[in-house]
């Protein structure tokens, strides 16, 4: 399934300005993307997947009348276990077995529930440098969010999900 077909709609590719932390502006084009309460992910044209907070979106240039068009599911939180919460679920996809092995002994530490297989729901996928766009385009059929390794760490650190971060696959 194209991950752009959203309830069997299809949804346009997403075009916006977005303010960094920084204050740096940048225009951004999502082909393939998803959104939850807070931010929305996706490929940009260029190749990079990122994540973006919907609060630092400047101007929606075209696309925006998709956003929040379908009840938007919540942010997922990496650390909802350690609150008291269910433990959500995680996958990971290209990595070496050493690789994985380590992140997911760290997400399990956590209080994340690593899965040994991808199941039809889930609330996290980490990716490798190995992973290939259809594996993406599992995690998104499944409206898991994506993180790569660096993201991950700082989501199990602060409990927050990282802020725009390109990262080509």
Known sequence: MDIR??????????????????????????????????????REHTGAFASFHKACMVRVHGGGEWLNQAQVPPAPDPLARLAGGFSPRIFFFGFTAA?????????????????????????????????????????????AWVLHPQQLMIALETGVLPEHHPWLF
């Open 5 to 42: 077909y959203r309830n069997t709609r299809r949804a346009p590719p997403i075009r916006f300005s977005y303010r960094s932390r920084q204050g740096a502006i940048s225009e951004h084009t999502l082909l393939y993307w998803q959104e939850n309460s807070l931010a929305v992910q996706g």
């Open 99 to 143: 690789e994985r092995l380590r992140l997911e002994l760290l997400a399990a530490e956590k209080g994340l529930h690593v899965l040994p297989k991808l199941p039809k729901a889930l609330e996290f996928c980490c990716c490798g440098m190995r992973v290939r766009w259809r594996e993406l385009q599992q995690a998104f059929d499944r409206n």
